[in-house]
């Protein structure tokens, strides 16, 4: 095993360069079975890299965004599938935060604990003595197979009475369920990201104690565990965390470009597309639109982790600014990928060129809710000052 437990960007990267041979040969079988192969995920947990986000009195690394999301970016550029299952599972420990000490500990028992879930629909909690009984279909559990535990959101129920909030909004919990408790329900058939195995997850009056469960709201305190600057900026590294996968995927795509042009001709031509001036304009775009995408999304994290580690929570306007960068990041890097797509013609459409893969995989991930366009839409109520309907920014 690797040794990164010195949470640093060349550790990290080292780690992944050295099970860089596993995901590559296990890509085609991700994609063609609509799984992660347990061979990546074990890959990926022995090296340590699912404890990126999870505390150091867990075991855990703790590290800061910016070298977590450079990790995602880069097994990203090898497999989209393995850094958008890494990145979600990762995704997960900053939630415990909103945990007592005793359900986060339960939970975290093994450190190297491969967590997933999804939020909507919320299940329905019916409140039962010690804890509630949970019921519901959950779909785009990502890893769902390789999981030890399932995160989600569910509203509670009296009996059949959904309880209400003083606002009149239904009550919902943060919910923390072992998945050996729970039924996959393998139908992941997907234009992208076949290889992420984003099954749903199928439960039916499970017992959840109430130590496993948190409220949604607006956080007051933390767990003992979660005092470090990490977790003052509650969930904003795990939505930004959905940004590195797309600009990998398009790192990759320039990159395979870059190796074509010289070997490929259009068809009936002499000239390569390295000596055609269209395809050199798209390389200069490409490489430009996706350069200034991460510029922006890494200063955006390092100008709220400047704040984190002098001891301020993460305000509204921190959080736009890493919700405008990390939206605006998959929208370019999926731009690039369009380019190159563009570029190199027939050779986009067969199974046996990545080209395909990276077109489709990049524009799946345009569509998942805390990333796509509408989000600029509720940055921009928020700036309006009209009512926002997207409710996560009070988190």
Known sequence: MTDVCRPNVPSLLNAVREIEPIIRAHASQAESERDLPDSVAKALREHGLYRLWRPKAFGGLEVDPMSALR????????????????????????????????????????????LGGAFFPPRQAVAVDGGYRVTGQTPFVSGAKQCQWFFGLAQIFDGTTPRLAISGEPVTLFTACPSSEAVIV????????????????????????????ALLAPRQTAGGAYQGPLYNLTIWPPVASLAPIATGIARAAIDELLNLAGRKSPAYTVKPLSDRSGVQLIIGEAEAMLGAARAYLYESLQHVWDK????????????????????????????????????????????????????????????????????????????LGVPVEWPFYTL
């Open 71 to 114: 990790v995602f970016e880069e097994v990203s550029r090898i497999d989209s599938a393995a850094g958008w299952n890494l990145q979600l599972s990762c995704a997960v420990d900053p939630f415990l935060a909103w945990f007592t000490d005793e359900g986060a500990q339960e939970i975290l028992q093994d450190q190297n604990a491969i």
């Open 186 to 213: 393998d139908n992941w058939r997907t234009l992208g990201m076949r290889g992420t195995g984003s099954h749903d997850v199928l439960m039916t009056d499970m017992f959840v104690p109430e130590r496993h469960t």
């Open 308 to 383: 984190a580690v002098s001891g301020q929570m993460i305000d509204l306007s921190g959080k736009i600014k890493v919700q405008l960068a990390a939206t605006h990041a998959v929208e370019a890097a999926a731009k690039a990928v369009d380019l190159v797509h563009a570029a190199v013609g027939t050779t986009g459409i067969r199974d046996e060129h990545p080209f395909q893969r990276h077109f489709r995989d990049v524009h799946t991930i345009t569509q998942h809710g805390f990333i796509s366009r509408s989000r600029y839409e509720s940055v921009g109520q928020l700036v």
